[in-house]
Nanobody, 123 residues
Framework: VQLQAYGGGLVQAGGSLRLSCAAS????????MGWFRQAPGKEREFVAA????????YNADSVKGRFTISRDNTKNTVYLQMSNLKPEDTAVYYC?????????????????WGHGTQVTVSS
């Protein structure tokens, strides 16, 4: 499956952004999906994940209450709604797909990765 993330940009602290990730090439609903991020000089880290139907989600502690992951299988797209953004959320955000119907929180469980989209939060 090919993944393309978009929607990043520059936003002030406290603002909101919605990232989208469009999938093509395979049956989208056969995949659990996730969002990860990587800040300069840091390792890529888990942000949020969602199972095949959208009925189960999981967020990293650092974004709980602020970020929401969702998906629309009719549009082959997964979203990350980000609110109350903080400067420490600044990173390149990546979407990823894992074979199977469950969600996953670790990088090694993902089979497909999209190119990232930059999110910069100014203070």
């Amino acid at each position: 499956v090919q993944l393309q993330a978009y929607g990043g940009g520059l936003v002030q602290a406290g603002g909101s952004l919605r990232l989208s990730c469009a999938a093509s090439g395979r049956t989208f609903s056969n995949y659990g999906m996730g969002w990860f991020r990587q800040a300069p000089g840091k390792e890529r880290e888990f942000v949020a994940a969602i199972n095949w139907s959208g009925g189960s989600t999981y967020n990293a502690d650092s974004v709980k209450g602020r970020f929401t992951i969702s998906r629309d299988n009719t549009k082959n797209t997964v979203y990350l709604q980000m609110s109350n953004l903080k400067p420490e959320d600044t990173a390149v955000y990546y979407c990823a797909g894992a074979r199977g119907t469950s969600y996953h929180t670790t990088l090694g469980n993902y089979d497909y990765w999209g190119h990232g989209t930059q999110v910069t939060v100014s203070s």
